[in-house]
């Protein structure tokens, strides 16, 4: 296993297009966990006030529509 700084210094000499692609694979794989948190919060209840929220702006008629 590699340590933080060698996983560092082997990302700071990558080639620009396997850098590229590394940052896409990183950027997909932290929406993949976010998606994952967001999931599991909203089955726990976490996220109903966020709906309530709307819902009440929209029976005031200050919800805007898309």
């Given at each position: 296993m590699f340590?933080?700084?060698?996983?560092?210094a082997a990302i700071e000499n990558l080639?620009?297009?396997?850098?590229?692609q590394l940052r896409k694979w990183f950027w997909e794989k932290d929406w993949q966990k976010w998606d994952k948190q967001i999931d599991a919060d909203s089955g726990?209840?976490?996220l109903d006030f966020?709906?309530?929220?709307?819902?009440?702006e929209k029976n005031k008629g200050q919800?805007?529509?898309?």
């Open positions: 340590d933080l700084a060698e996983i560092l080639p620009e297009k396997d850098f590229v726990l209840g976490k966020l709906v309530k929220e709307a819902l009440d919800l805007e529509e898309l």
